[in-house]
């Protein structure tokens, strides 16, 4: 069972950027599709971007679209976030996690199977 481990979250404020990290517990790390959600306060977990076990597939949310940027480095079993020019609308906890890669590039929180503890995201003035 895979463990994952996020990191980079913190107070920030609008225009900003910041990277969040996901280490994985696994050498198989590749083999897992990994997924970064959102959970704002009173909201559902949402998707906000994913990637495929080999990198060569992604998918972002409309939402996020020309301002995140997911990336893994599957020799480091790291999955990474890239968020720039943030807003106010931004601030939720984040997760990273994960689900086989053969079953493709979930978009809905319930497809992932394994969870990180989350990092906190805040924008503001």
Not at 59 to 76: L, M
Request: charged share 20%; net charge neutral; proline share 2%.
């Amino acid at each position: 069972q895979v463990q994952l481990v996020e990191s980079g979250g913190g107070l920030v404020q609008p225009g900003d950027s910041l990277k969040l990290s996901c280490t994985a517990s696994e050498d198989t790390f590749n083999s897992y599709t990994v997924g970064w959600l959102r959970q704002a306060p009173g909201k559902e977990r949402v998707l906000v971007a994913a990637i495929s076990g080999g990198g060569g597939r992604t998918h972002v949310a409309d939402s996020v679209q020309g301002r995140f940027t997911i990336s893994r480095d599957n020799a480091k079993n790291t999955a990474y976030l890239q968020m720039n020019n943030l807003n106010p609308d931004d601030t939720a906890v984040y997760y990273c996690a994960a689900h086989k890669a053969e079953i493709g590039v979930g978009t809905h929180a319930r497809e992932y199977d394994y969870w990180g503890q989350g990092t906190r995201v805040n924008v503001s003035s």
